[in-house]
């Protein structure tokens, strides 16, 4: 797994300590296209474009979310994470 931090640098310790979620995150990143969607009917306030722009990276949504939202990292990472757990 450390290995894994190493060449995506975007995976934080929190990814480390749930596996599982890693594993999830890795597959909405694969398969960006379909869960754009989902993501947009989550955080309406994201444009087609920021969704462009995130790609399936978790550290680019959570700071597309902060900019429209205004939220603290800490709320828009729980939040993620609920929205994880659902899908």
């Known amino acids: ?5 190493i060449q995506q640098p975007w995976r934080t310790a929190r990814f ?14 694969g398969n960006w296209e ?3 969607g989902k993501v947009q009917q989550q955080w309406g306030k994201l444009t087609d474009d920021d969704l462009d722009l995130i ?8 700071g597309k979310i ?8 800490d709320a828009v990472e ?7 757990s659902r899908h």
Do not use: H
């Open 55 to 62: 790609k399936g990276k978790r550290t680019e949504l959570a």
């Open 1 to 5: 797994m450390v290995a894994a931090l």
């Open 78 to 84: 729980s939040d993620i994470d609920n929205w994880l």
């Open 34 to 36: 379909q869960f754009k």
């Open 66 to 73: 902060q900019e429209r939202y205004g939220k603290q990292q």
């Open 16 to 29: 480390v300590i749930n596996e599982e979620t890693v594993m999830n995150w890795d597959r909405i990143e």
